[in-house]
């Protein structure tokens, strides 16, 4: 019973690249949420996504940060024309039903990126 | 907006020593509680959670935490610590449709 797949694991961008991280979340779970830790900080939540919808995005910074979890295939967190401060690790949680009925979320192993 | 503290940063103690971690939350309705445990280079595991009941949680590795609503806490405690214990401890609250997660406290065993 696979966990919640993030990939890549480690992703190296020059500044204004693109960045696409990855996440399948745990079979039989619809729910996918992104956070994302930067260094000697906590997660800060970017995003909550069900299939094929935005639930809330109310984390994610305005410009150049989009996410999507399509019908068939993995949820994406893509980063257009990257940027230092962009470096982070990023993680992908997912739960069978959402967080307000109080059901756990489990989190993938994480996808680090670094922008040179 | 529902925000989550945890005070200690860093904290720093010998094997066999007793561990509290405080957490305190700002939401003042119903919520679910949780400890998250990062170990070096892994991925978030859950350690404990609070729902209802019983505000005394007892969760994986000897671990427990006490629900006290007067105080909006939720500190983590373990009685005696191990070197395996040495990890990023993380308090979250549930509000709205996301988890909402404190800064972390890094915990670090002396052999």
């Known amino acids: 019973n696979a966990g919640v797949m993030q990939n890549p694991r480690h992703l190296v961008r020059r500044r204004g690249q693109e960045a696409r991280l990855r996440c399948s979340p745990m079979k039989g779970h619809s729910h996918v949420y992104w956070y994302r830790q930067l260094p000697e900080e906590g997660l800060k939540f970017m995003v909550y996504l069900q299939k094929e919808n935005i639930i809330d995005e109310s984390g994610m910074p305005k410009e150049r940060f989009s996410a999507e979890f399509p019908k068939e295939g993995p949820s994406i967190l893509r980063i257009q024309q990257v940027v230092r401060g962009d470096s982070a690790a990023y993680f992908c949680?997912?739960?069978?039903?959402?967080?307000?009925?109080?059901?756990?979320?489990?989190f993938g192993e994480g996808s680090w990126l670094t922008v040179v | 907006a529902q925000s989550v503290s945890q005070h200690n940063h860093h904290v720093i103690l010998s094997e066999a020593a007793s561990l509290e971690l405080g957490c305190n939350y700002s939401?003042?309705?119903?919520?679910?509680l949780f400890w998250y445990v990062q170990y070096p280079g892994q991925h978030l595991q859950l350690l404990l959670k609070?729902?209802?009941?019983?505000?005394l949680v007892k969760g994986i590795k000897g671990f427990e935490a006490e629900f006290i609503k007067s105080k909006f806490s939720f500190n983590l405690r373990k009685p005696s610590v191990q070197w395996s214990d040495t990890a990023e401890y993380f308090c979250a609250v549930n509000h709205a449709s996301k988890i909402i997660f404190g800064s972390g406290t890094r915990l670090s065993i002396r052999p």
């Open positions: 609070y729902f209802s009941g019983d505000p």
């Open positions: 949680a997912s739960s069978s039903s959402g967080a307000a009925s109080g059901n756990t979320i489990y």
């Open positions: 939401y003042g309705g119903t919520v679910n």
